[in-house]
């Protein structure tokens, strides 16, 4: 009896250390963030529905595993709070706003004023006071580009009315960050005309501090610290927490110096590899552990048996497509654009995430306004986010056509280094002896057809001392392998001059021997083989991308590269750079008298049989332009999902050529994976991925290619 005793004693002390042991619902956010989101991406639906409704779950409206309140639980969604404001300033594209600066103000006037005013009636319809109504309708009036990788994988992003709408993110956002400051200072009682005079000026002085002098201090510690991307990392996060802590310095709040900071280091980061990083930290645990506290915040009890409430959603919900849809049709009538452009400015202006969910939670904690405004926005946001991103993959398909006819082509391959070089000179990195033979066969195959050289490349990571034994190791290995590449290249015929480098770091010592050769292409191999840490730290074909002066062929070949025989070229969207791959396809074809089909997948069910024809049409003049002797096969096809199309298709061919399209995080946090990525992790032929530096922009982001080095 008295051991059964104990052992019952025991039991509790065991319940209520894990009860009290803040490791444990750390574990369990980390469960739901891993396996929720995969979830209900499979019943195509947003991630962020699941991690909201997983906190509805969890917290006191269903199990009570999650509380709000708890310390870890306050401190890492007060995080992920931050950092949605961060990456929403920082996913803001500046240039974009530039290009239409006056325009981007109108739409952004129209899209903001209108709900704000709708919002605002809404507001005094439920009894709200002026100033809550004031913030209830900037709620309504920014919007978060939720369908960014949508127009990007349709090569409608430079469109007029998509560079529009983008630009106007940035005027919606401030203006309803300015609100929502204001409103909060009104409701702390101690507002007069003198006080508002002085947080104006605060804030004017504090936003030029941020944006002046944390960009100025960016640029110079990025300058002075080299490729040292983890010293990068953090004092980008320093530059965050710095902004959030001065924002609350005077008297605003934390998410405006969040939001500003990421303005602030917008240009400094760029799209490179450090950015990469930053946000994939905030995407997959910070970000996503917050959307989780929004659902344990909601009481669904009260929602359902509420009939205000209930009211009130609607009215909120209904409000904002009505407003966001004249704000659109005004446009429209000013700006003269035709019905698909206007229904992508719509759609694209629709979803509220970023700037809503954040201006929600703080004026529910300082009492500004109900609860149930929570649960309405809330509610909004799980709208929103699901039939905006929706109505955007139908319509802007329809912007295609108007936007592929301004552009022209590119010629990748004569144009491709800024140096002036009459031998086509291709890089090629060894360092895995079972994989070299066939990235030196696809490097002969090209050097022939252009006329060209091959540079074998070797690195020898540097030692602190250059006697060093790990270094006599590595430089005698090197030198076997350019052996055997040289002796190789001979025997295919190819003129080879191999190279060996000591550097500090096998990426720099690619792009600056492929610089220092004045050369036209890389071609660097790569495994299927994907980690959380290649993912956080980055890799070498990463680093090779974005800071390489010339194109990029990332090859994975599971056979020889002479016996290729069909090669399938997908052509995602009708822009004329992704036709690079097919004058690369078109090359390899010449070699080996290959076969090269060019497809192009529709969306069945939206895509008419005169839209069909008239891809079919414009495809096969872009391809004339290109002046081949053999012109490839074209195939337009209709299927649901793009990728399944793409990988049925696949299984006749021996290699898959794809161009890169960059997978932009979006500002809702959660990475949404491109056409590109999907098929390179799922292929089983051989692949090239061939990406072209365009403005030293990340052309395969590290979260669409996170191999480990596989030379």
């Known amino acids: 009896m008295e051991l059964l005793s104990s052992q019952v004693l025991a039991l509790e002390t065991t319940s209520q250390v894990l009860s009290n042991e803040p490791i444990v619902p750390f574990a369990i956010l980390l469960v739901v963030i891993l396996v929720v989101p995969i979830l209900f991406e499979k019943l195509k639906l947003p991630g962020l529905v699941g991690l909201v409704f997983s906190g509805i779950i969890l917290g006191p409206s269903g199990w009570n595993l999650l509380q709000s309140n708890l310390p870890i639980m306050k401190l890492l969604s007060d995080i992920g709070l931050i950092y949605l404001m961060f990456v929403a300033g920082l996913e803001i594209d500046i240039k974009q706003f530039y290009q239409q600066k006056n325009r981007s103000l109108g739409f952004g006037s129209?899209?903001?004023?209108?709900?704000?005013?709708?919002?605002?009636?809404?507001?005094?319809?439920?009894?709200?006071?002026?100033?809550?109504?004031?913030?209830?309708?900037?709620?309504?009036a920014s919007h978060t580009l939720l369908a960014y990788p949508i127009i990007s994988n349709l090569g409608v992003i430079n469109n007029e009315a998509v560079t529009v709408t983008i630009g106007a993110t940035i005027?919606?956002?401030?203006?309803a960050l300015l609100t929502l400051a204001i409103c909060v200072a009104i409701h702390s009682g101690v507002f007069s005309l003198s006080n508002l005079f002085i947080l104006l000026a605060s804030l004017i002085?504090?936003?030029?501090?941020?944006?002046?002098?944390?960009?100025?201090?960016?640029?110079?510690?990025?300058?002075?610290?080299?490729?040292?991307?983890?010293?990068?990392f953090l004092f980008v996060l320093l530059s965050l927490f710095l902004a959030a802590v001065g924002a609350q310095l005077i008297g605003v709040e934390k998410i405006i110096g969040a939001f500003l900071a990421g303005l602030?280091?917008?240009?400094?980061?760029e799209h490179g590899p450090v950015k990469e990083k930053v946000v994939f930290v905030g995407s997959v645990l910070f970000i996503p552990i917050f959307f989780v506290d929004l659902g344990l915040l909601i009481d669904l009890p009260t929602f359902i048996s509420s009939f205000s409430t209930i009211k009130l959603t609607f009215f909120v919900v209904i409000g904002l497509l009505l407003s966001k849809f004249l704000a659109a049709l005004l446009a429209k009538i000013f700006y003269r654009y035709n019905w698909p452009e206007f229904l992508t400015i719509w759609s694209l202006s629709i979803p509220q995430v970023g700037a809503t969910l954040a201006?929600?939670?703080?004026?529910?904690?300082?009492?500004?306004?109900?609860?149930?405004?929570?649960?309405?926005?809330?509610?909004?946001?799980?709208?929103?986010?699901?039939?905006?991103?929706?109505?955007?993959?139908?319509?802007?398909?329809?912007?295609t056509a108007s936007s592929?006819?301004?552009?022209?082509?590119?010629?990748?391959?004569?144009?491709?280094?800024?140096?002036?070089?009459?031998?086509?000179?291709?890089?090629?990195?060894?360092?895995?002896?079972?994989?070299?033979?066939?990235l030196i066969e696809m490097a002969a195959l090209l050097a022939n057809q252009t006329n060209g050289k091959i540079v074998p490349l070797a690195i020898a990571a540097a030692t602190a001392q250059m006697d060093a034994p790990q270094l006599e190791i590595a430089w005698q290995r090197s030198e076997r392998l350019l052996a055997k590449a040289t002796a190789q290249s001979q025997l295919l015929g190819v003129k080879a001059e191999p190279l060996l480098r000591i550097d500090d770091a096998f990426a720099p010592g690619i792009t600056r021997a492929a610089r220092e050769q004045k050369a036209n292409?890389?071609?660097?191999?790569?495994?299927?083989?994907?980690?959380?840490r290649a993912r956080l730290l980055g890799n070498i074909i990463d680093s090779v991308l974005w800071s390489s002066h010339c194109a990029v062929a990332v090859a994975r070949l599971v056979e020889s590269p002479k016996k290729i025989q069909r090669i399938l070229v997908p052509i995602d969207n009708l822009i004329a750079p992704t036709l690079e791959p097919v004058k690369f396809a078109m090359m390899l074809a010449e070699a080996n008298q290959a076969h090269v089909t060019l497809l192009n997948v529709c969306v069945s069910g939206v895509t008419s049989s005169t839209e069909i024809t008239t891809r079919r049409s414009h495809l096969s003049f872009l391809v004339s332009q290109l002046a081949l002797s053999n012109p490839p096969e074209i195939q337009i096809i209709t299927h649901e999902n793009a990728?399944?199309?793409?990988?049925?298709?696949?299984?006749?061919?021996?290699?898959?050529?794809?161009?890169?399209?960059?997978?932009?995080?979006?500002?809702?946090?959660?990475?949404?994976?491109?056409?590109?990525t999907q098929l390179a992790r799922q292929l089983t032929c051989s692949i090239i991925i061939l990406a072209e530096q365009q403005n030293h922009q990340t052309l395969i982001s590290p979260n669409n290619i996170s191999s480990n080095f596989h030379i």
């Open 110 to 140: 129209l899209t903001f004023i209108i709900p704000l005013a709708v919002g605002i009636l809404i507001g005094k319809m439920f009894g709200f006071s002026w100033n809550a109504s004031i913030l209830m309708g900037s709620l309504l």
């Open 171 to 175: 005027f919606t956002d401030i203006a």
């Open 205 to 232: 002085i504090y936003s030029l501090v941020v944006l002046v002098g944390f960009d100025w201090a960016g640029k110079e510690f990025f300058r002075r610290s080299g490729d040292d991307e983890g010293n990068q």
């Open 264 to 269: 602030a280091v917008n240009e400094t980061l």
């Open 359 to 399: 201006a929600t939670l703080v004026g529910t904690r300082v009492g500004l306004i109900p609860p149930e405004v929570l649960n309405s926005v809330v509610v909004l946001m799980l709208v929103t986010s699901t039939i905006g991103p929706m109505i955007t993959s139908r319509v802007a398909v329809g912007l």
């Open 404 to 438: 592929i006819e301004k552009s022209s082509p590119i010629n990748l391959f004569e144009q491709t280094s800024p140096l002036k070089n009459n031998t086509f000179t291709i890089i090629v990195p060894i360092y895995n002896p079972h994989t070299q033979q066939h």
């Open 521 to 532: 292409l890389i071609l660097i191999g790569w495994g299927k083989r994907t980690g959380l």
């Open 643 to 676: 990728t399944q199309a793409i990988l049925q298709a696949a299984r006749l061919y021996d290699l898959v050529l794809l161009p890169s399209l960059r997978n932009r995080i979006i500002p809702g946090g959660l990475a949404m994976s491109d056409i590109t």
